[in-house]
């Protein structure tokens, strides 16, 4: 089980955690892939990334690391309790489709599958045009 020590006077205490429900975000990048699990209130209480996982340089960037980083968050999950899922994923990384069909496939329920990439509208200025 997921425990947290609680500071009760001098000595901590160990709680033992009860999520059904919850929410996994996937972050990912040409150079990495972060997923991390959160309550409802969004509070996170397990993560894991290609980087955890022991990859180095550009095998971090890999669909098969983020896979990994997955089937650990789902893991941390499941000893809390969680039940049901959301997924929100970000960024355009090779890692993101991996992770995410990792997770489905783990035994927990998902109930949401949503991608929250941030897109301009047409934001920044562009840079001037190249003259050779």
């Known amino acids: 089980m997921v425990k947290d020590k609680k500071k009760t006077g001098g000595r901590s205490k160990k ?3 009860n999520i ?3 929410r996994i975000y996937v972050k990912s990048t040409f150079n990495n892939t972060v997923v ?3 309550d409802l ?3 996170i209480f397990g993560w894991a990334s290609a980087g955890t996982k022991g990859y180095k340089g550009t095998k971090k960037g ?3 690391a983020a896979q990994l980083a997955a ?3 789902c ?4 000893e809390a309790g969680v039940k049901e899922i959301s997924i929100f994923s970000k960024g355009p990384g090779s890692g993101k ?3 995410i069909r990792t997770i489905s496939g783990q035994g927990l329920r998902v109930k949401l599958i949503k991608d929250v990439t941030p897109v301009p509208h047409n934001g920044c200025r562009p840079k001037k045009k190249r003259r050779v």
């Open 15 to 17: 709680i033992k955690r």
């Open 20 to 22: 059904p429900e919850a």
């Open 36 to 38: 991390s699990v959160a």
């Open 41 to 43: 209130d969004g509070n």
């Open 62 to 64: 890999t669909a098969y």
């Open 71 to 73: 089937e650990e968050v």
């Open 75 to 78: 893991r941390i999950a499941r």
């Open 97 to 99: 489709e991996a992770a």
